[in-house]
C-alpha cells in the first residue's frame, strides 16, 4: 500500500518536473547581445493560460532584432502562484535586443 503511495507522488513529481520547464535557445553567430533590455512584470491567470501579450519587436528594439527573450517566475511570484492556487500567475518577461558584428 505504501509502494503505491510511493509511486504515485513519484510519477506526478516527475511530471510536473516535465510539464514545467521548457527552453529553446537559437542564437546568429554575427549577433552579440546589446545595452538595450526590457523588462516587464506581466500578469497571467490560471497557471498562465489566460493572458495573452503581445510585443512588436520594431518598437523594442532597434532594427527589430531580438537577441534573448526570456519568461519567468521569480520567487515571490511563484510564492503568489502557489498562494493563489495558481489562479494568479506573474511572470516577468525580459527583453534583450541584438546588434550585429561587422
Known amino acids: ?3 503505491t503511495q510511493i509511486r504515485i507522488y513519484i510519477i506526478l513529481l516527475t511530471f510536473i518536473f516535465v510539464i514545467s520547464g ?7 553567430p554575427s549577433e552579440f547581445p546589446s545595452k538595450t533590455v526590457i523588462k516587464n512584470e506581466e500578469n497571467f491567470w490560471f497557471w498562465g ?7 512588436e519587436v520594431y518598437d523594442v528594439c532597434p532594427q527589430g532584432r531580438v537577441y534573448e527573450l526570456r519568461i519567468y517566475s521569480t ?9 493563489s492556487l ?10 534583450v535586443c541584438s546588434i550585429r558584428a561587422e
Do not use: D
Open 86 to 95: 495558481g489562479i494568479f500567475s506573474p511572470r516577468t518577461v525580459t527583453i
Open 75 to 83: 520567487i515571490l511570484q511563484s510564492t503568489f502562484t502557489i498562494l
Open 22 to 28: 521548457c527552453k529553446i535557445q537559437l542564437h546568429y
Open 49 to 55: 493560460l489566460i493572458g495573452e501579450k503581445n510585443y
Open 1 to 3: 500500500m505504501i509502494f
